[in-house]
């Protein structure tokens, strides 16, 4: 008993490690509301995303020594998910998703087309704005191909910068620049073209 | 000649993200002072932004919220 009981020194640390560890889950936890609305436009379906959030927080849980404290830990939750949602084969469906950009319009485009459908001349840029429903932009993000909404749900839903987006989906910041400004011009020309006539 | 409403049109988005140089943000700034027909294409640039943030958004449901608390390590372990 004597040779294996813990030394006052190993309790100390052993508690101190109980306290860290709770800390952390409470971190995480309080972030789970953020990371779920990242997670639900990253993929398809609402039962994804529950899983994937599900199975980010066990492994968060499971390696949280591996976070180092001070750092970002909501782009520590991403990074995870991001890795599990390739880990269920979506790498697989890369080939397709590089579909020709060369239809793509400028950033004024969905403006212009929205405006000259309404009957007065220079209008409001709200009444302009009221011309998309929510079902059409959840559409229109939808089918953004995926290496382009990737960027755009993290930097301009997730409100993550540039440089943790690079690290979470593992890209150089300037390709998370370009993505991001073609990204947001498919976005804006499927906007465009959902819009009724 | 520089078309300056073709080159903010290609400012706006680094603009907005306030990733220009100050050189770039004064040019672009003089222009939308003196366009308003750039100035309304980039207030509802800053207003779609945010309209996409709010419309896709969807809360989390109240089930995997429990299911995520569940996972803690219990107290007492």
């Known amino acids: ?197 | 000649m520089i078309d300056w409403c073709d080159k903010c049109e290609e400012l706006m988005q680094p603009y907005l993200d306030g990733s220009l140089s100050d050189a770039e943000v004064e040019e672009a700034q003089h222009h939308l002072e003196l366009c308003s027909w750039c100035a309304k294409r980039f207030r509802f640039e800053e207003r779609l932004r945010h309209y996409v943030r709010v419309a896709v958004s969807e809360p989390m449901s109240a089930e995997l919220k429990a299911k995520l608390s569940a996972l803690r390590t219990p107290l007492d372990a």
């Open chain 1, 1 to 197: 008993m004597s040779d294996t009981a813990p030394t006052a020194a190993d309790s100390r640390r052993l508690a101190e490690e109980a306290r860290a560890r709770v800390r952390f889950e409470e971190e995480a936890l309080d972030l789970s509301d953020q990371v779920y609305r990242v997670a639900r436009r990253l993929v398809g379906s609402r039962e994804e995303a529950e899983d994937l959030v599900q199975q980010t927080y066990e492994r968060a849980f499971r390696s949280w020594k591996q976070f180092t404290p001070g750092t970002n830990l909501r782009a520590w939750l991403l990074r995870i998910l991001t890795n599990l949602n390739i880990d269920r084969g979506r790498r697989q469906q890369r080939a397709p998703q590089t579909t020709p950009l060369d239809t793509e319009a400028g950033d004024y485009f969905l403006y212009n087309k929205l405006e000259a459908q309404l009957p007065e001349e220079n209008p409001d840029e709200d009444r302009v704005l009221e011309r998309l429903s929510q079902d059409s932009i959840v559409d229109a993000l939808a089918d953004v191909p995926h290496d382009f909404r990737d960027v755009i749900v993290l930097v301009d839903i997730g409100e993550f910068t540039y440089a943790d987006a690079a690290q979470i989906l593992d890209i150089p910041i300037g390709t998370v620049m370009s993505r991001l400004h073609r990204g947001r011009r498919i976005l804006k020309k499927n906007l465009a073209d959902g819009v009724p006539v």
